[in-house]
């Protein structure tokens, strides 16, 4: 019997909400398990290595690859500054030298006695990860990172553009139906995540980022519109790294679209708390949706069971959106916590589904989308 599935959107007012926090590569965490932390406080920080920077000494100067070495002023390892000399030809009898500056500021790595290159490697570039959400730290990863939980509401958009940001919400729409313009984002919106109604044009995007609101959380925005704002058409790639002012929320579509009144009605009854926002948005394999965040205190909470917003556990259901088990429907098997070679040799974090014909595979977790009660 064949299955069909259309992902849905979260709009949750009590849920446990799990982040992990992670480092591009190994680094060091600053935080330990049992930490409350705040969305502004960094958990984990790391270097990234410096840009490489070659420089042909044996053109330049005009001599033999074999010569490069004797003829440094600078040795492996020593710091070197943007324009300081650090070769130089011995010329005739003392004269007529030619010398060879540094085109960046940086360390002296490696010098090539073959090619005649000598190699600048510029400064690290330090990576500091912040903990997003308000929450308590409930594991920590030796080097790697850290998860930050919390307690709160969960609100998915359907499209985002813009990084990690929170602030206090305010609500300047009066129902889900009504257009968020420019005269409605005042100065007092500097610091806010401005909730709107059905749609954002051009003019009040650029007056909201001039106003200095974080985000923006609207029901539709015309494609036009979107490719002004950023310049260019975004296509299916990645968001979430955009420069634009803001971050942009789009909790319905593309158009005049009224935001739902479950989402406006969640949103409202949350004014002048404060929101993480996450306008990252991915649509192919391992769909990331924008998101909007409102922990809550226990006295919000009142006691009620909640659940994990999003989580995937054993038994599960799951579908696979990529081949070979491309549209296959079950269950969660099993979850190993590690890193496993794939066919393409490189690594991820996998999980053992049992389909409904009995039959199991391993496969990436990116590859599967979680079938929601």
Do not use: W
Request: net charge neutral.
């Amino acid at each position: 019997m064949a299955h069909a599935y259309t992902p849905g959107l979260k709009v949750t007012e009590k849920t446990l909400i799990k982040k992990d926090r992670r480092l591009p590569l190994k680094g060091q965490v600053i935080v330990k398990k049992g930490d409350q932390v705040g969305s502004d406080q960094i958990v984990a920080k790391t270097e990234l290595p410096g840009n490489v920077q070659p420089v042909n000494v044996s053109g330049l100067l005009g001599l033999l690859a074999e010569d490069v070495p004797s003829h440094m002023l600078k040795k492996i390892g020593d710091p070197v500054a943007k324009d300081e000399t650090i070769a130089e030809s011995k010329g005739f009898f003392g004269l007529f030298k030619s010398s060879c500056k540094a085109p960046v500021t940086g360390t002296l790595e490696s010098v090539s006695s073959i090619t005649g290159q000598v190699i600048l490697r510029e400064p690290p570039m330090p990576v500091q990860i912040k903990a997003y959400i308000d929450g308590q730290v409930t594991e920590v990863s030796q080097a790697e990172g850290a998860t930050v939980e919390a307690y709160g509401s969960f609100i998915q958009g359907i499209f985002g553009v813009g990084g990690e940001t929170n602030g206090d919400i305010k609500v300047v729409a009066a129902d889900p139906s009504q257009e968020l313009t420019i005269e409605m984002l005042t100065p007092d919106c500097k610091g806010k995540v401005v909730i709107g109604g059905s749609l954002i044009k051009f003019g009040a995007l650029k007056k909201a980022a001039e106003v200095g609101a974080k985000a923006v959380v609207v029901g539709g925005i015309d494609d036009a519109d979107l490719k002004k704002l950023m310049g260019y058409d975004i296509g299916v790639a990645i968001t979430g790294h955009e420069e634009v002012g803001l971050t942009l929320v789009v909790t319905e579509g593309f158009g005049q679209m009224s935001m739902a009144g479950k989402t406006f009605k969640l949103l409202k009854s949350k004014e002048g708390l404060k929101a993480s926002v996450n306008g990252a948005t991915q649509i192919r394999a391992g769909v990331m949706r924008p998101e909007v965040i409102i922990p809550l205190s226990s006295q919000d909470l009142g006691g009620e069971a909640v659940k994990e917003a999003g989580g995937m556990e054993i038994g599960s259901a799951i579908r696979v959106i990529r081949q070979p088990y491309f549209g296959k429907i079950g269950k969660v098997s099993a979850l190993p916590h590690e890193l496993q070679k794939l066919e393409s040799e490189s690594h991820a974090r996998v999980l053992e589904v049992t389909f409904e014909d009995g039959a199991k595979a391993v496969v990436p977790r990116a590859n599967v989308e979680l079938i929601e009660d």
